[in-house]
């Protein structure tokens, strides 16, 4: 018998996909340790495979409810609006954590470090060569994720699809900069303090980075499939709003980390 509901409520279907996320972590976590202590990568590796079916079921369940199924009503969709949005504040609060570490130590340096700042012994980067230009970069994609927005929001189907890959290359073109920055870094993140705040800080941001390029690329490929229009369209603002906040934070990173306290 056929179940019709009256009411626009999210109610999802059972899922598996829970489950199988927490065992992927679990399993990826353990291998993390395990890796770190008998440098064997054979769970760490399952434990990816595992994140990444589930990610794709997951995602895949959620394109059909939102499109196919029709259960995205506006109700539902105001819900998700507001996850994202206390999603991206937890966020916000998770860098801070980094920030308040970073300006503890580097307003009042400690005799431990040389009571300087940077600590003797360490060679900042200079902010004006990769840091510069990977700020270009993203203030750049910020741009042309705009530019997608506004032109789906247009029913421009031909340029949501060029500002999303252009999106999408310079958020892989930041990655690689970033790569190629940490392989010729100075110093390590076991040196003192600086090593410590500054590795954590820009290298959960450059997770991030990556994050996002993955969403947005989930949100090309959706689009290539016709699965947007210009008044139904979350999944793709979500990501141009994680693209944003991404954004605004290297801007913070850029001018305290790698301007002011170097």
Not at 40 to 58: D, E, K
Not at 76 to 96: A, C, D, Q
Not at 160 to 185: K, P, R
Not at 197 to 205: P, Q
Request: one cysteine or more.
């Amino acid at each position: 018998m056929k179940m019709t509901h009256n009411h626009p409520f999210h109610l999802v279907d059972y899922s598996p996909w829970p489950l199988t996320g927490a065992i992927g972590v679990m399993t990826l976590v353990t291998g993390m340790i395990k890796w770190f202590h008998n440098f064997n990568m054979s769970l760490l590796i399952l434990g990816y495979i595992i994140i990444i079916l589930t990610m794709y079921q997951w995602w895949r369940d959620i394109c059909r409810e939102g499109t196919l199924q029709g259960k995205h009503t506006i109700l539902v969709t105001k819900g998700l609006r507001w996850g994202m949005i206390l999603f991206i504040v937890s966020e916000i609060f998770f860098f801070l954590s980094f920030f308040w570490a970073f300006f503890h130590s580097s307003l009042s340096p400690n005799i431990e470090i040389g009571a300087m700042w940077p600590p003797m012994s360490i060679t900042p980067f200079n902010p004006f060569q990769i840091p510069l230009l990977n700020t270009i970069i993203l203030i750049t994609s910020g741009v042309t994720v705009t530019w997608a927005h506004h032109a789906l929001m247009e029913n421009n189907f031909s340029q949501t699809s060029q500002g999303l890959f252009l999106t999408i290359i310079l958020g892989i073109y930041f990655t690689i900069l970033q790569a190629y920055e940490y392989i010729e870094a100075p110093f390590t993140i076991a040196d003192s303090i600086y090593g410590s705040t500054f590795f954590m800080a820009t290298g959960f941001h450059g997770l991030h980075v990556i994050i996002g390029t993955i969403f947005l690329t989930v949100c090309f490929f959706r689009h290539l499939n016709n699965h947007f229009s210009n008044n139904h369209h979350f999944g793709f603002e979500a990501a141009a709003w994680y693209w944003h906040f991404v954004d605004v934070v290297w801007l913070f990173l850029y001018i305290s980390i790698y301007w002011w306290g170097n």
